[in-house]
């Protein structure tokens, strides 16, 4: 049975948040084109970010599909799900986890570094490569049991999560003990900005955390209620 909800302000709502992932999807191209074109950037470190971008732009291009179907949905008031609605749910979750898990790669490339300096084999870039694609396996493969609100939550927000909070503590405790013994300057200094980088990488998955929260919340209440229904609550 369609629903009919004659509500005036779901349209401008529905532009701004076309803003947001069309701003998102243009600044990972630029950036993204920047790392392609630099040469200067083909580094490891730099593969890993351009792995973040790559992520953040298949992110922000799931969300604006998501969030057009919804504007052209509230355009002809039809509040019903669509035939592609479970899809946009399983593609979803595959672009969140594939932004978290790249972040996360990124915290153990920095803790590889410092903490073993002597293996270049894990500091390679195949080594990185062979994660990278490792981890879009599984992000693509992992979403499948999607309908399991508890596994998800611990897929895509714990385990990343607490991995890069738990390298960041380390990594601190290291820098101590460090601090306790003799240490070249040059070592200490990298140790340092690795670390500061790990901090930059907590910061921004906290943001994205703060940003998600309403996905959280509609998670948490689908142990209460159809968890299709709220999972899915964009279709």
Known sequence: MQLVINQSWFIPVDIINILSPTLAILLSVVFISLIIFEKTCHTVPMILVLNSLVAQLFTASVLLWIVISTFINDLYQRYYRYSYCTFQGYISYVAVAGLFYSYFLQAIYRYLIVVYPTQLVWQSSKFQCFLIIGKWIVSF?????????????????????????????????????????????????????ELKMVRRIVIIVLILLVF?????????????CSPTNISFSYC
């Open 141 to 193: 493969l992992y979403a499948f049991p999607q309908l399991f609100t508890v596994y998800n939550i611990i897929y895509i927000y714990l385990i990343p999560m607490n991995g890069i909070m738990l390298i960041y503590f380390k990594l601190i405790r290291y820098m101590k003990e460090m601090n306790k013994h003799v240490t070249p300057a040059n070592t200490l200094l990298r140790a340092q900005r």
């Open 212 to 224: 998600g929260s309403p996905y959280t919340i509609f998670t948490f209440m689908g142990f209460f």
